[in-house]
């Protein structure tokens, strides 16, 4: 008896927004070993506290959903067991807090590391969760009437070739922190809420607002647990990509409205860090921020020194002006987004098709990113991009 051959395996790739494609655009590298290669990062301060904070965003919502309650909410007896839970969550998931950053440790727990036992320490992670609740929550959770709504779609591979491509498709997913979906009002210019006066003052969205058919429209909404980037840097064009995509996965759900703007909230910028509060200064200074600022905040930092001030106070509405980002919706906008994605997920193909053919992981894949990520990657002492001085090189 003859037996047939088994016919070629065919999938179609999937790749998420966040967890693949910014990632991939992050360092190329860095995202093989962490995503493809799952080696997690030994220090993972930045992917912990994004986790961290959607989460405690979310059960914020649900707490203030279900009990009603009143802002601004206590730290202690509101905000920790939140966090907390959280925390636990992060554990399980093998991701575990940095101590200088989050204190996970309760009340007359001993614990070495910190200069008393008097726990919990409001560590920045907490400071910052405290504030994004107390700051956006009173104006935000009202807003929303979906959370993290999971979205799917498909397109074609882009320069598919039948005898190398894996696939003529390949799926795309996200997931929206928050869904809001509003009657279409004129009058946002004199609504209580800090968020849709921020709306109000943008002219795209009016546009965008007249042009649509319907008595409701919605806003996608999209949680960063970092500063806002540079005005027009690769970072601050990946965001809005996000957006725009997510719009588009949108559109094609049954039950979706039409998508008028996007907002980011950067929750780092409402309590920044030296480190964020430096780069502040050199955006402000260098032209390198879209927001106009109060000559208050522009001397202070224009005056503040980093080697001679522990930290600088700006006003709460700089830090809120900084924290908001309003993404226009527009479709070129939205094709170009698609259009950028779809480059990025033909890299990716060729640089999997490559290490499948045979080449080394390093040729295979593109070692490119900042200081700031090649500072913090455990793969930089056998990474091409990344030099190491004398002074980095640490001996035991």
Not at 68 to 77: A, G, M, R, T
Not at 144 to 162: D, F, H, Q, T
Not at 174 to 189: E, H, R
């Amino acid at each position: 008896m003859r037996l047939s051959s088994k016919s070629k395996e065919y999938i179609i790739p999937e790749y998420s927004l966040t967890g693949d494609l910014l990632s991939f655009l992050t360092c190329n590298l860095q995202y093989r070993y962490q995503n493809k290669g799952t080696l997690p990062p030994s220090m993972p301060k930045q992917l912990w506290f994004g986790e961290f904070i959607h989460g405690v965003m979310e059960e914020a919502y649900l707490k203030w959903k279900n009990e009603n309650i009143s802002f601004d909410w206590s730290w202690i007896k509101h905000i920790r067991p939140i966090e907390k839970m959280i925390d636990l969550r992060l554990r399980a998931r093998g991701l575990y807090p940095p101590l200088d950053y989050f204190c996970p440790y309760s009340i007359n727990e001993e614990k070495l590391k910190y200069d008393d036992s008097n726990h919990p320490h409001k560590l920045l992670a907490s400071a910052r969760a405290e504030s994004a609740i107390n700051t956006w929550g009173p104006y935000l959770f009202p807003l929303i009437s979906s959370a993290e709504v999971l979205l799917k779609g498909i397109r074609n591979m882009p320069n598919y070739n039948i005898e190398i491509s894996r696939s003529n498709y390949y799926g795309i997913n996200g997931v929206i922190d928050v869904l809001s979906s509003l009657k279409i009002d004129k009058n946002l210019k004199d609504s209580n809420n800090s968020i849709l006066k921020y709306l109000s003052l943008n002219d795209n969205f009016y546009k965008r607002v007249k042009t649509i058919k319907s008595d409701e429209y919605e806003i996608i909404i999209d949680y960063k647990g970092m500063k806002r980037p540079t005005f027009e840097s690769a970072t601050w064009n990946h965001h809005s990509w996000q957006i725009l995509t997510y719009a588009w996965l949108r559109s094609m759900q049954e039950e979706s409205k039409p998508i008028a703007a996007g907002i980011i909230f950067y929750l780092n910028e409402l309590v920044p860090s030296i480190e964020d509060i430096i780069s502040i200064q050199k955006d402000v200074l260098n032209n390198g921020s879209d927001l106009e600022v109060e000559k208050n905040d522009y001397d202070k930092i224009e005056n503040w020194n980093p080697y001679e001030e522990d930290f600088l106070f700006l006003s709460d509405k700089f830090k809120m002006d900084r924290s908001i980002r309003i993404v226009n919706i527009e479709n070129n906008s939205i094709s170009h987004a698609l259009t950028e994605f779809d480059d990025v997920v033909s890299i990716i193909e060729d640089s999997v098709i490559k290490e499948a053919n045979g080449f080394s992981i390093k040729k295979a894949w593109k070692a490119d990113a900042d200081k700031r990520t090649c500072d913090a990657c455990d793969f930089k002492s056998f990474c091409n991009n990344k030099k190491l001085d004398f002074n980095d090189m640490k001996v035991p």
